[in-house]
């Protein structure tokens, strides 16, 4: 068996399971935001359910927070007093919350060998951190809730074999884009994604949450990376407790296999409007004029990206007529920007800091953009209409790469 | 369940943000939802869709976003059905779980185009259209449960 079949057979009780076999598997997180929350609260209380578990449940107010209306207020509102009502441990508003995908793994909510549900796309993101993590609806969230379980199909695997070390300022993105773009966004549909080999350890932790964060890019179920030293220290930080660490089987069964040598990729970006679109950044052949640059998200929002959009944004000025938007995705990665000198740096480059949110990446507020505008943002989803106006583009890029292109405020060859 | 309708018919990768932009979010109520239905990429949806109007779309039909609000919002609008060459999973189970019939069929969906009228046989696993006719697979019986029961927290209910 697989990484992810052996996760999904030990939370089955099942000594073994098969690809396409329909399975029942306890839970050890179920999320939600508030975006999906009220429609699965509503749900859950109109079954008259009661929740399986006050502790295993996380509901992180993080899309359209601080309230950008009073829709979403009432929303937000919803979801608070249903965590009040249910005693919800795990609730987090605005003073705690954070960009959900890189708060629970931060929190030490999320870890190896968990099998975790939530209603918001990219909770394939704790695959990272060797855990099986899917993403799903608001039912599926409310039935969660109530029962700890949840239904599967087994998936099949993709095995991603990665070799080399990534040269200097490539990172996690590149990686991830590179594999969208040569399997296609639905090269992976229904299956797991599992990455593997000598080249897993040459990637940070940051790194990896960011790649898993983007198998659902490719129609993955979940995306899955073998545990090691860094994964274990990262968790033993984060202090996660009672992780078990799965191993995939010698003669585990993948249904593809590619290989992918790090030392070769290269700065790689998704163009609109699909994330497989890819070009590296030595095929752009004209320069692309630029108006808003957004470095945040659950993909790119963690304090290496902080570090790196820094480095090259010290001492320098954004150009003239772009706005560069930048998004710590938690209140720790907010401080440590703080303390450590990198919010004095984004400003006097002439960038904006906001408090974590989705905001942007999904269209919703704080950076929403105009007709024909281009935006570079190092998020995960340049479908049409994304991040504003129906014919604004969104190009999807490292957070080095996106600060490169607030200096120019042109996308181009370098 | 048998049903009649007429077709609207759309490409592949068809995502949640386009089938109901993020930015009306900010509400759940199905009745709102599928006034913004399509827009992005078909502005005059919400005018052309009547009750019982069938859906076909290309590969990987409801990808991106987990957002239920999607299949919610086309169910709203009147469509009885939705028949795509594939489906993104989580749209797949949002669908199952909310009650809202898809068919996975390449063939049936590649064939099928704008303005054609669809007769669907979900007992017997039929789709015919201008007189040809489509065989597709039903549902394992798992899945059959729950659409039998209405949804998910339907079924929840009736087996506790």
Redesign the interface.
């Known amino acids: 068996m697989t990484m992810t079949q052996k996760i999904l057979a030990a939370h089955s009780s099942l000594e073994r399971v098969t690809p396409g076999q329909?399975i029942e598997a306890r839970l050890d997180m179920v999320l939600g935001n508030d975006?999906?929350a009220?429609?699965a609260i509503?749900?859950f209380e109109?079954?008259g359910?009661s929740v399986f578990s006050k502790d295993k449940i996380a509901l992180v107010m993080d899309?359209?927070t601080p309230n950008?209306?009073i829709?979403?207020a009432q929303?937000c509102k919803q979801v608070r007093e249903f965590a009040d009502k249910h005693k919800i441990v795990n609730f987090f508003d605005v003073g705690e919350m954070g960009i959900e995908h890189a708060l629970l793994p931060e929190k030490g909510l999320v870890k190896a060998g968990d099998c975790i549900i939530?209603?918001?796309?990219h909770?394939c993101t704790y695959g990272a951190l060797g855990a099986f993590s899917t993403?799903?609806?608001?039912?599926?969230m409310?039935?969660g809730m109530?029962?700890g379980k949840a239904?599967f199909k087994v998936p099949a695997a993709l095995k991603i074999n990665l070799t080399g070390k990534p040269n200097k300022n490539i990172s996690g993105k590149d990686l991830i884009l590179h594999i969208i773009g040569k399997i296609g966004?639905?090269g992976a549909?229904?299956k797991s994604m599992e990455f593997m080999g000598d080249g897993v350890s040459a990637l940070s932790m940051d790194d990896r949450l960011c790649v898993a964060n983007m198998a659902?890019e490719a129609?993955a179920?979940n995306g899955i990376f073998t545990v090691d030293e860094k994964t274990i220290k990262f968790m033993n930080e984060a202090g996660a407790k009672n992780y078990t660490i799965f191993e995939a089987d010698k003669d585990a069964e993948y249904e593809s296999e590619i290989t992918v040598d790090l030392s070769q990729l290269k700065h790689t970006v998704s163009f609109p409007h699909?994330p497989d679109n890819t070009k590296t950044i030595d095929e752009i052949t004209t320069p692309i004029k630029i108006d808003q640059v957004v470095i945040g998200s659950c993909t790119n929002g963690r304090y290496e990206d902080m570090l790196v959009a820094a480095a090259v944004l010290k001492g320098n000025k954004v150009a003239k007529g772009l706005r560069c938007i930048i998004i710590p995705a938690t209140q720790k990665v907010y401080l440590d920007c703080v303390t450590n000198g990198l919010a004095e740096i984004f400003i006097k480059a002439g960038a904006i800091i906001t408090t974590p949110t989705c905001g942007p990446c999904?269209?919703?507020h704080s950076g929403?953009l105009a007709q024909d505008e281009r935006a570079v943002a190092t998020t995960n989803?340049n479908?049409?209409?994304?991040m504003g106006h129906?014919s604004s583009e969104v190009y999807l890029a490292s957070p080095y790469i996106a600060a490169k292109v607030a200096l120019t405020a042109n996308l181009e060859r370098f | 369940m048998k049903i009649k309708g007429p077709v609207l018919k759309y490409g592949d990768n068809i995502d949640t943000d386009v089938i109901i932009p993020a930015r009306y979010l900010n509400t759940h109520a199905p009745e709102e939802l599928k006034l913004h239905c399509m827009e992005d990429i078909d502005p005059d949806f919400i005018k052309k869709v009547k009750p019982g109007t069938i859906m076909v779309g290309g590969k990987n039909f409801g990808c991106g976003s987990s957002r239920e609000h999607a299949p919610i919002a086309i169910k709203a609008s009147g469509i009885s059905c939705v028949i795509a060459e594939s489906f993104a999973r989580i749209f797949y189970r949002n669908a199952v779980n909310i009650g809202l019939p898809i068919i996975e069929s390449s063939q049936a969906a590649s064939f099928i185009q704008e303005g054609d009228t669809v007769e669907i046989d979900f007992e017997n696993g039929k789709v015919k259209c201008n007189e040809r006719e489509f065989d597709v697979v039903p549902f394992p019986p798992f899945i059959q449960k729950i659409i039998k029961a209405g949804g998910l927290m339907e079924q929840l209910t009736v087996d506790s």
């Not at chain 1, 993403?135 to 599926?140: A, E, L, Q």
């Not at chain 1, 479908?383 to 994304?386: A, E, L, P, S």
Request: no cysteine; aromatic share 8%; glycine share 16%.
């Open positions: 329909l975006i999906t009220p429609v509503d749900e109109r079954a359910l899309h359209f950008k209306d829709k979403a929303q939530g209603a918001d796309s909770t993403g799903v609806g608001s039912t599926d409310a039935a109530g029962t239904w966004v639905d549909l229904y659902i129609g179920k699909l999904l269209g919703g929403v989803r479908f049409v209409g994304r129906t």
